[in-house]
């Protein structure tokens, strides 16, 4: 691990403002992701700015019927929160689907979100990665791929988004509140908050340098049957293969949103407006240009199944 210097923010205006100052630094909280990347130098800050006191680890309901939920909220206290479990049951089940108990008692709601990749060419630094070192290539394109993107990805990059949570977030349409270096604030949607890989597939989120999460806003309450299923090589400790995050009311209509293949939750209006059809007319319009490799394209189909079984799920917990 390289040497860095480690700072303490008193705000979070402070926090943001360090962190523009200094080219490559690095906002640390529970650090489940960060460290072990650092040790594996891929990640090499030059300064770590520790925002753990900045009082952002509550989750309050607002006046409007919103809940807002500070970027240092735990993920185990996030799951077990009786708002949560009572009125966004779709997020406390992503939430337990990950990782181990003792990883979200350390892990952070918008360090949750802000995790990277888990593609094998990513972490092996012996290999080519254009997310880790630009333009150096992508082995997976032409390598193992069967973790990896079906759709969304590009020549430059192929990686997944790793997070449960952030899958359960675009299917309850949240927004992120962020704070920059001048202590402006701006709101991002989750469906907004993931850059598309194109040709620079090193920026990832749509976040300036500098730009601090605050929190994470859930709008009110929509009701419906709310499922999260994630499809995994093993029962627990691994990233999804393919999970699938519902909203199904009784007239059928609600939301899908896909993890574990592209850059990002995937989701779309269209495939939406073919629940009340099946799963089958829900995935045509969900993977519509897909470009899946031959290792991965098994995904589509497996996806294609975990939904219609979130769907029976919601028919017979209406019954």
């Known amino acids: 691990m390289k040497a860095f210097d480690y700072t303490r923010a008193a705000s979070p205006a402070e926090a943001a403002a360090a962190a523009a100052r200094t080219p490559n630094a690095k906002f640390i909280a529970g650090g489940t992701n960060l460290l072990d990347l650092m040790k594996l130098e891929i990640e090499t800050p030059a300064q770590l700015i520790d925002v753990n006191g900045l009082a952002l680890d509550t989750i309050e309901k607002t006046r409007d019927g919103f809940l807002r939920i500070g970027a240092l909220v735990r993920n185990t206290d996030l799951a077990a929160d009786a708002r949560v479990r009572r009125d966004y049951p779709l997020l406390s089940r992503a939430l337990l689907a990950g990782a181990s108990g003792q990883l979200r008692n350390r892990a952070t709601t918008a360090g949750n979100l802000l995790q990277r990749t888990r593609c094998p060419?990513?972490?092996?630094?012996?290999?080519?990665?254009?997310?880790?070192?630009?333009?150096?290539?992508?082995?997976?394109?032409?390598?193992?791929?069967?973790?990896?993107?079906?759709?969304?990805?590009?020549?430059?990059?192929?990686?997944?988004?790793?997070?449960?949570?952030?899958?359960?977030?675009?299917?309850?349409?949240?927004?992120?509140?962020?704070?920059?270096?001048?202590?402006?604030?701006?709101?991002?949607?989750?469906?907004?908050?993931?850059?598309?890989?194109?040709?620079?597939?090193?920026?990832?989120?749509?976040?300036?340098?500098?730009?601090?999460?605050?929190?994470?806003?859930?709008?009110?309450?929509?009701?419906?049957?709310?499922?999260?299923?994630?499809?995994?090589?093993?029962?627990?400790?691994?990233?999804?293969?393919?999970?699938?995050?519902?909203?199904?009311?009784?007239?059928?209509?609600?939301?899908?949103?896909?993890g574990g293949v592209a850059h990002k939750p995937w989701r779309s209006d269209a495939a939406d407006a073919e629940l009340p059809r099946g799963a089958a007319a829900v995935a045509a319009r969900l993977f519509d240009g897909a470009t899946p490799t031959d290792d991965n394209r098994f995904k589509l189909t497996l996806a294609q199944r975990t939904i219609a079984a979130v769907l029976v799920e919601a028919q017979e917990t209406r019954a």
């Open 121 to 258: 060419y990513f972490y092996d630094t012996d290999q080519p990665c254009n997310k880790r070192l630009p333009g150096s290539g992508c082995g997976a394109l032409e390598g193992y791929s069967r973790q990896l993107a079906v759709i969304g990805g590009s020549r430059a990059c192929i990686a997944t988004h790793p997070s449960d949570m952030a899958v359960a977030m675009r299917a309850l349409d949240a927004v992120v509140e962020t704070v920059g270096p001048d202590g402006s604030e701006r709101r991002i949607a989750v469906a907004d908050l993931y850059l598309a890989p194109g040709d620079t597939p090193q920026r990832e989120t749509a976040l300036a340098p500098g730009e601090l999460i605050a929190a994470v806003v859930l709008p009110p309450p929509v009701g419906g049957r709310q499922l999260y299923r994630k499809v995994r090589d093993r029962a627990s400790y691994a990233f999804a293969l393919v999970s699938v995050a519902a909203i199904v009311h009784d007239d059928g209509r609600g939301r899908i949103a896909v």
